[in-house]
DNA sequence: CGAATAGTGTCTTTTAGACAATATCGG
DNA sequence: CCGATATTGTCTAAAAGACACTATTCG
């Protein structure tokens, strides 16, 4: 930790990038994570990341271990910044700043064994939360369940977790699961179908095993939802418990 | 920037925070800038900013920053991160990675000369952003610009720029100027009013040189804004030309 | 009183929320 | 037909948008 400052003040550090994963699998939302086969915290289960090079944006960094830890083409995920952490004592290697992302896709197949993945899995999310995860990992995975949580509401980036084409109850079940209740059918499609450009019919549709045929959508190209998808004023009736952010 | 890679991907950089400071003053929008007193960009504006020490927290880095910056204590004003930079290129000096925050207060008095600050003034942002700045701190200052946008719709930041109290003008005048279109004065105060705990009222009021008295307040306690503020459907009205995210 | 700013009331349109009713499939 | 899921329609309540109107100050 005590390296020496330099005259200027630059003080040496590294910078690595962390991932937050989400997926929707069997009606649950799931998080990647892997056990992690190096000290420090060997064994222990972290978010999958490392060390941006030298050449490389951070963008970069983070398509890159995610397809190395997936084995997944990240340009079909969205992605974004969520946060950097820089506590002093967070890795007792020395500094070190991680550049945390968050990454939502469509369900996943189980992670391929790339370069370090061998050991990683989807973990539902409620498992994960109440884990003990490496570094501050765990201020990290609750600080992205919010972020996609809002995001939900006034963006379209839940299209994000369907493979296309999709139905709108494809769409439905990705906010019941994130948010945790149930939304009302009817209400949902009026609002999804009437918001521009959120999504487009394809024309086809799609016969599930039981039941009526379901029409086909693609995303459209909005990437802001107004007006926004209101998630009830009192967050009475959530079904599963709130992650506080740190 | 080619310097050696460790055997562990380890690759030494310099952290920075730069700060984007908005106030509301003259009925305007203004940034804080700097005029850079050493290279490389010497003479140039640029936001305020420094490397992060040893034993610091970003937060802590930003915050000292700011107070040696604008001589204010920061611990008054809405602060928080809004994205890592990291392109390689970014600092001609070597690999540089900077924390953007984005700090939002009221009319601050002239900046005092702090350490570095003896440069530094407020600019109106539609100057600044017409500007060229050091680095890349025109992206940096869009940024800003839109986040602090997007969140006058669903927070209370808004109430972050006045200083208290506050009449119900006052805190219109903060959504005027920052989003450039006029709002209903009526309806503006039902919403903000109704809305639980965004403010409360003191009892007491404040007569200006001329006109009715208006009633004074305080802000309250939330922090999200329920139901959110609408920006009209299609931004057709808009008086100042907005700027595109990087 | 008039100018200027603050604040209230009301009417219409839009959106949300609840929920009944109908449609289309596989057995 | 029945069970299951999709989709449409309807009614009510809440919120937004437009705008007229009243209130309180100073000079």
Partial sequence: MNRALKHDGTMPAAVTVDLVIFTVRAAALHVLLIERGMPPFEGELALPGGYVRAGEDLDQAALRELAEETGINGHELHLEQLRTFGAPERDPR?????????????????PVAGTDAATACWVP?????????AFDHLIILKEGLDRARAKLEYTTVAAA???QPFTI?????????????????????????????FVE???????????????????GSAELLFPPMPRSADGEHEVQPSAATG
Same sequence: chains 1, 2.
């Fill in 161 to 163: 977790f369907c493979r």
């Fill in 169 to 197: 109850a494809d769409l439905r079940r990705v906010y019941e699961v994130i948010w945790g209740f149930p939304l009302d059918p009817s209400n949902f499609r009026r609002k999804v179908t009437k918001a521009a450009h």
């Fill in 125 to 133: 999310v409620d498992v994960a939360l109440s884990s003990e995860l």
């Fill in 94 to 110: 020395g500094r070190t700043f991680t550049v945390a992302y968050l990454a939502l896709g469509p369900d996943l197949p189980t």
């Fill in 201 to 219: 019919p394809t024309g086809e549709s799609r016969t599930p095993e039981i039941g009526r045929p379901a029409a086909l959508y693609r995303r």
